[in-house]
């Protein structure tokens, strides 16, 4: 019998009522007046457990960092496994920064090319000004990053671009899987790092479905990386598809880095990735969730279904391959392994 596994952090936030099971169902929405249904849902500051800032959003009942806080995922989990000291000084890092936000993980990633003496050219993809403004506001915001790293999000949080001593960016403001064409045009097959930082699978299927990451695959370089915090079966199958190599971002913390033990994400790339001080091999119980109904991809062909939409034609899926058998189910999965007292998160594993 393998080790029970401990409780897993690398959702952005650990929501165990997260509505996997039966993702058709709504939210209580019904409940909300016809005004209330019509009001923009609020961004609201929150701050994590390291003290920098964050914002919970009312849209998505979701907050944009785990509880350790923004400025410790951005680096633990974006930057730090990217490896960038594997580039020479001077050398130029293209990089994505999918769902920029606040702009905590572009900042880290800025503050690290600066210690390393790389160059950045930069990309960015973000629906919403608003994060991004709120941040900027934010007296702790400003100080919790140095400020070459600040002024790129000053230039982007008025505009599109920005330049700097450390490099150049663009900013591919609106709905990912409109702009993203547009990205690949200019830069497919070219990217050392994509930070995949979306809402969950669960909140924002749209950009997890196996099409959109087909699209993120083609930015790498050979070498390239596409990093997350997820580890949901579907996200890892779906990377796996598209023919990508994955490995597990080592967990922040060391005391949950045995054998087993559940990741702190997600690393794929078109080639192996070394086990190292950030990555590891994906343990035979995470490896055995990509064989559960679990990891049925989340599906949107042409690029424009709802979240609910793909939600429910998955759920479909499910329930037909279940009925089908030959699939194991993810309850059985998680019983197998001594899951169930240890209550890992549904989002990250149905
Ligand atoms: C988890 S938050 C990102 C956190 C961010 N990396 C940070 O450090 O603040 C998800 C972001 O995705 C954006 N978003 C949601 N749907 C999107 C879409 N379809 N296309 C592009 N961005 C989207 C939201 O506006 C939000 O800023």
Not at 55 to 65: A, C, I, K, V
Not at 271 to 277: D, E, I, R, S, V
Request: charged share 20%; net charge negative.
């Amino acid at each position: 019998m393998p080790p029970p596994s401990p409780i897993p952090t690398s959702g952005k936030t650990l929501n165990a009522c997260e509505p996997e099971e039966f993702p058709q169902q709504e939210l209580p929405k019904q409940q909300l007046s016809d005004q209330q249904l019509h009001q923009p849902e609020p961004l609201r500051p929150s701050w994590g457990g390291d003290g920098s800032f964050s914002l919970w959003s009312g849209e998505f009942q979701q907050g944009f960092h785990s509880g350790r806080g923004a400025l410790r995922e951005a680096r633990e989990t974006f930057v730090d496994p990217a490896q960038l000291e594997r580039l020479a000084p001077g050398s130029t890092v293209l990089a994505l920064d999918l769902c920029v936000g606040t702009g905590s993980n572009t900042a880290a990633l800025l503050e690290r090319c600066s210690a390393l003496g790389l160059q950045l050219q930069w990309w960015g993809i973000e629906l919403d000004r608003q994060p991004l403004q709120l941040a900027l506001a934010d007296a702790k915001f400003q100080s919790q990053w140095p400020q070459q790293a600040i002024e790129p999000l000053r230039q982007l949080s008025h505009g599109d671009r920005w330049q700097s001593p450390l490099g150049q960016g663009q900013m591919f403001w609106g709905d990912a899987r409109e702009r993203l064409p547009e990205l690949l045009a200019l830069a497919a097959g070219s990217c050392h790092l994509v930070m995949h930082d979306a809402f969950s699978p669960q909140r924002c299927p749209q950009l997890w479905s196996l099409e959109f990451l087909t699209g993120l695959a083609q930015l790498l370089l050979l070498d390239g990386r596409l990093l997350t915090y997820s580890s949901a079966a579907a996200v890892r199958r779906s990377l796996q598809l598209v023919g990508l190599q994955l490995a597990a971002i080592r967990h922040h913390e060391p005391a949950q880095q045995s054998p087993g033990a559940w990741s702190g994400g997600t690393a794929a790339s078109p080639t192996p990735l070394a086990n190292c001080k950030f990555l590891r091999p994906l343990a035979a119980m995470e490896w055995e969730h990509l064989a559960t109904n679990a990891a049925e991809p989340y599906r949107d062909p042409d690029g424009r279904a709802s979240a609910a939409t793909i939600l429910t034609n998955r759920a479909r899926q499910q329930r037909s391959r279940g009925a089908e058998g030959g699939v194991e189910s993810t309850s059985a999965w998680r019983r197998r392994w001594g899951l169930e007292a240890n209550r890992i998160p549904l989002q990250e594993s149905a």
